[in-house]
């Protein structure tokens, strides 16, 4: 009887574990995004730089965090000296890396930089408090559907892949949820790493955005498109 008790016990133990490995388990999200990238201040990037619009000041205004963070990109539209660029995101989270190989950028040690990556994340669903995880080389914000969920303003390296440094919880809701990942870089490594749990899948980012006639300039993506 004894025996016979135990041994259920431990299948219900054994079961727990699963169940909570299953809820806590986050799933790596490498891309593909679609990047950009903007210079700082020399000697002002990282953690001075968190909530500086660096996308505001590349473009004279025409573009804001908060405009793209709500409504997307394109690929191929300009901003400053760079396009929006479809990369994933290597397993060691090396962002310059990842540029240098896709042709955005030569230098393989960028400082005093900005990077901006989105990723859209498409819920059969609505999940609330879904967890999220980040590191970054080095301070980081995130947005998600428009609004800031989490800010980090430090200079630190990134660490190892799996193992975030912050955590927290977002909501994602039924269909396309577009999420927004800031990383600015001080000097030497620049990377990320990001997990997020729940039932979901990556969808292009182009799901979010309006479909346009090719005649018409009703966005400033489309008009900073055709001025380029």
Request: charged share 20%; net charge negative; proline share 3%.
């Amino acid at each position: 009887m004894f025996r016979r008790l135990f041994v259920i016990g431990l299948v219900c133990l054994m079961s727990l574990s699963i169940m909570t490995l299953t809820t806590d388990a986050q799933t790596p999200v490498n891309g593909p995004y679609l990047w950009m990238i903007a210079h700082t201040v020399p000697n002002q990037g990282g953690q001075a730089s968190t909530d500086i619009d660096s996308l505001d000041v590349a473009s004279d205004g025409e573009v804001t965090e908060e405009k793209v963070a709500k409504n997307g990109a394109r690929e191929g539209d300009v901003v400053g000296d760079y396009e929006w660029t479809t990369a994933t995101l290597p397993g060691d989270g090396n962002i310059n890396a990842m540029l240098v190989n896709v042709g955005m950028v030569q230098n393989g040690d960028l400082n005093d930089i900005t990077s901006y990556a989105l990723i859209v994340l498409k819920a059969n669903k609505a999940q609330g408090n879904v967890d999220m995880g980040v590191s970054s080389d080095d301070s980081i914000k995130v947005w998600a559907n428009g609004e800031v969920v989490h800010k980090n303003a430090v200079n630190r390296g990134r660490g190892a892949a799996g193992a975030y440094q912050d955590r927290f919880k977002i909501n994602l809701k039924k269909g396309n949820n577009l999420l927004m990942i800031k990383v600015s870089e001080r000097g030497g490594g620049w990377g990320m790493f990001v997990g997020v749990a729940g039932d979901y899948e990556v969808v292009g980012i182009d799901a979010v955005l309006p479909v346009e006639p090719a005649d018409k300039l009703t966005t400033q993506w489309a008009k900073m498109k055709n001025i380029r």
